[in-house]
């Protein structure tokens, strides 16, 4: 629970060549309640408003039945994997997908930095000295360094992200372990609690460089950043025949085995460098790409027509496209960040100070 609320704090930039791939009711829905731009081809919008906006657009497919949704956790044991009654199985589980595994499907890692989210929350009847930077001044203090990124909803709501050395980022680990095992809430204001050391310090300095007051900060939380993607995407699965529950004998008679195909998405198939913004946008892309793909499959003449079994050949599409999407976002832009570390900077920064 702790982890999703996190989660869907985040604010993300999403691109507008993004959004013009989307049906015109998801354009419409997705951003009736906060459509801010602030960078000059996106909208800024949190993970949460994203989630539940599309959870409420989906509601009418569910009311006509076209779409059932089983709020469980998938496992090992969760019955339609045991007995494959499935023909697609889509991992959209994140960077520690349970499909992947499932699947067998090995990561390759580009590189490995080390950040922290800093989240906070500035209410709105408070003191002219308290109130936020325009957002055009964000934009510009973000671009003008490469330590801190700030991405907020209406300046008001979001996280201050900072880019960190492993020792700094192994600090505070040991801090907020500390504030855990005693059960407290931080508080940056705290100077016996959260005293003049690097991290604390280091967190203060972003949060003045952003005018945003450590009273309003009610969460820090350490994030790992490693750039890495599937060796593949698209995986056959091949389920045993329970003989007692074979419903079409003609197409198992012959056979013990069904077979199913699984696919990755999102952070389950690449995790790249939040420093570019483009994690939930690539996640996007390659389920607009998926979508497509099973569209061009599944149907003849607008009518739903599935050749079981499905083959991997049949997605070829799928896995060139997310071949090309991950050379653009992980060699085009996250390895252009990893290999630019920043703690040459910071050491100096250090030995400055
Ligand atoms: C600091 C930071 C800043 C970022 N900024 C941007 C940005 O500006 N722009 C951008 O495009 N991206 C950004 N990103 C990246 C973006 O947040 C992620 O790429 C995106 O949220 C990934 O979405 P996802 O749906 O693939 O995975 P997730 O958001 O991780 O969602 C996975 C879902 O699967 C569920 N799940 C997991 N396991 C199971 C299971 N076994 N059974 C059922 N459900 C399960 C989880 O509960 C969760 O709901 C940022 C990331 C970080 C860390």
Same mark, same amino acid.
């Given at each position: 629970?702790?982890?999703?609320?996190?989660?869907? =704090?985040?604010?993300?930039? !999403?691109?507008?060549?993004?959004?013009?791939?989307?049906?015109?009711?998801?354009?419409?829905?997705?951003?009736?309640?906060?459509?801010? *731009? @602030?960078?000059?081809?996106? *909208?800024?919008?949190?993970?949460?408003?994203?989630? =539940?906006? #599309?959870?409420?657009?989906?509601?009418?497919?569910?009311?006509?039945?076209?779409?059932? !949704?089983?709020?469980?956790?998938?496992?090992?044991?969760?019955?339609?994997?045991?007995?494959?009654?499935?023909?697609?199985?889509?991992?959209?589980?994140?960077?520690?997908?349970?499909?992947?595994?499932?699947?067998?499907?090995?990561?390759?890692?580009?590189? !490995?930095?080390?950040?922290?989210? %800093?989240?906070?929350?500035?209410?709105?009847?408070?003191?002219?000295?308290?109130?936020?930077?325009?957002?055009?001044?964000?934009?510009?203090?973000?671009?003008?360094?490469?330590?801190?990124?700030?991405?907020?909803?209406?300046?008001?709501?979001?996280?201050?992200?900072? /880019?960190?050395?492993?020792?700094?980022?192994?600090?505070?680990? +040991?801090?907020?372990?500390?504030?855990?095992?005693?059960?407290?809430?931080?508080?940056?204001?705290?100077?016996?609690?959260?005293?003049?050391?690097?991290?604390?310090?280091?967190?203060?300095?972003?949060?003045?460089?952003?005018?945003?007051?450590?009273?309003? @900060?009610? /969460?820090?939380?350490?994030?790992?950043?490693? @750039?890495?993607?599937?060796?593949?995407? %698209?995986?056959?699965?091949?389920?045993?025949?329970?003989?007692?529950?074979?419903?079409?004998?003609?197409?198992? =008679?012959?056979?013990?085995?069904?077979?199913? #195909?699984?696919?990755?998405?999102? =952070?389950?198939?690449?995790? %790249?460098?939040?420093?570019?913004?483009?994690?939930?946008?690539?996640?996007?892309?390659?389920?607009?790409?998926?979508? *497509? +793909?099973?569209? /061009?499959?599944?149907?003849?003449?607008?009518?739903?027509?599935?050749?079981?079994?499905?083959?991997?050949?049949?997605?070829?599409?799928?896995?060139?496209?997310?071949?090309?999407? /991950?050379? *653009?976002?992980?060699?085009?832009?996250?390895?252009? %960040? #990893?290999?630019?570390?920043?703690?040459?900077?910071?050491?100096?920064?250090?030995?400055?100070?």
């Amino acid at each position: 629970e702790e982890e999703g609320k996190t989660r869907r =704090d985040q604010v993300v930039t !999403l691109q507008d060549h993004v959004i013009e791939q989307m049906p015109e009711y998801i354009k419409q829905g997705l951003f009736q309640n906060i459509n801010e *731009r @602030v960078w000059p081809i996106s *909208r800024n919008i949190p993970i949460r408003e994203v989630e =539940d906006r #599309l959870f409420d657009l989906i509601q009418p497919f569910v009311r006509n039945g076209q779409i059932e !949704l089983i709020p469980e956790n998938l496992h090992e044991q969760s019955e339609c994997l045991i007995k494959g009654n499935f023909d697609i199985l889509v991992g959209a589980d994140g960077s520690n997908s349970f499909v992947r595994r499932y699947c067998n499907i090995q990561m390759i890692s580009e590189g !490995l930095e080390y950040a922290c989210g %800093v989240a906070y929350n500035i209410p709105n009847n408070i003191p002219s000295s308290e109130e936020p930077l325009h957002q055009a001044l964000n934009c510009i203090l973000t671009a003008s360094q490469t330590r801190y990124l700030v991405n907020s909803s209406t300046s008001r709501r979001g996280y201050l992200n900072i /880019r960190l050395i492993q020792d700094e980022y192994k600090e505070l680990q +040991n801090r907020l372990e500390i504030f855990q095992s005693h059960n407290e809430p931080l508080d940056l204001l705290d100077f016996n609690k959260c005293p003049q050391s690097p991290i604390w310090t280091i967190i203060r300095q972003g949060l003045q460089f952003f005018k945003i007051s450590p009273k309003y @900060v009610f /969460r820090v939380i350490p994030i790992e950043i490693n @750039v890495r993607h599937a060796s593949i995407v %698209v995986r056959e699965l091949r389920h045993e025949i329970d003989k007692n529950e074979k419903q079409t004998p003609n197409e198992y =008679d012959e056979k013990k085995y069904k077979t199913t #195909l699984a696919f990755l998405v999102g =952070d389950a198939a690449m995790c %790249v460098h939040f420093w570019p913004g483009r994690g939930m946008n690539s996640g996007m892309k390659g389920a607009i790409a998926l979508a *497509r +793909n099973i569209l /061009r499959s599944c149907t003849i003449n607008n009518s739903i027509n599935i050749r079981r079994p499905l083959r991997f050949l049949n997605f070829l599409d799928y896995e060139g496209f997310m071949a090309r999407l /991950r050379a *653009r976002e992980q060699q085009g832009r996250s390895l252009r %960040v #990893l290999i630019d570390p920043i703690d040459k900077s910071v050491e100096a920064s250090y030995s400055y100070a």
